[in-house]
């Protein structure tokens, strides 16, 4: 069985969380996007929540005159 103590474990976990946002650029990337995401949409749900409703009708209504 091998021991590590408390300061080599944490040694060995940086050295490979390091080792694998090196080499996988692409796992950070995802991650801070969807987050930026997620973010962005918390924000307009709680701006809709501050805002009066609108009506289907003329939601349909605006959406036809763009098209």
Known sequence: ????DKREL?????SAVAEVLEERR???RDAI????EDIALT???QTGE???L???KKILQ???RRA
């Open 33 to 36: 996007r969807e987050s930026f």
């Open 54 to 56: 609108v009506s289907r």
């Open 10 to 14: 944490k040694g060995l976990l940086k």
């Open 62 to 64: 605006k959406l036809e």
């Open 50 to 52: 501050k805002t009066a």
């Open 26 to 28: 692409d796992l950070l």
């Open 1 to 4: 069985m091998i021991a590590l």
């Open 43 to 45: 924000r307009a749900i």
